[in-house]
């Protein structure tokens, strides 16, 4: 069974920094895209970031492109998002998602993620 576990969320003031986690279990994570994506109240899900299965390629959207890095440590089965420069705006619940095709570079759209964790919140907040 696929299972992705988020952790690391909470309540922070703008500026600072969090570290998101994702500790993956139930299928060869190191054969896998993820990604990571958010939805605030009364919002669509949207894409974050993305890694490929070797980290070759990662990819970001723009509002978050130049504050946010995701990477991946296979051996531990664990996927990051580290948040620099949190807004308010950043205000969500962050899921940690699975592509849906194996060795795939995988894609920004949701629809191209099959597994998701349950989320964690991330409030940012004076």
């Known amino acids: 069974e696929v299972q992705l576990v988020e952790s690391g969320g909470g309540l922070v003031q703008p500026g600072v920094s969090l570290r998101l986690s994702c500790a993956a279990s139930g299928f060869a994570f190191n054969t896998y895209a993820m990604g990571w994506f958010r939805q605030a109240p009364g919002k669509e899900r949207e894409f974050v970031a993305r890694?490929?299965?070797?980290?070759?390629?990662?990819s970001y959207a723009d509002y978050v492109k130049d504050r946010f890095v995701i990477s991946r440590d296979n051996a531990k089965k664990t996927l990051y998002l580290q948040m620099n420069s949190l807004k308010p705006e950043d205000t969500a619940l962050y899921y940690c998602?699975?592509?849906?095709?194996?060795?795939?570079?995988?894609?920004?759209?949701?629809?191209?993620?099959?597994?998701w964790g349950q989320g964690t919140q991330v409030t940012v907040s004076s």
């Open positions: 890694i490929t299965w070797r980290s070759m390629i990662t």
């Open positions: 998602a699975r592509s849906s095709r194996q060795f795939s570079s995988g894609s920004n759209s949701v629809t191209d993620f099959n597994s």
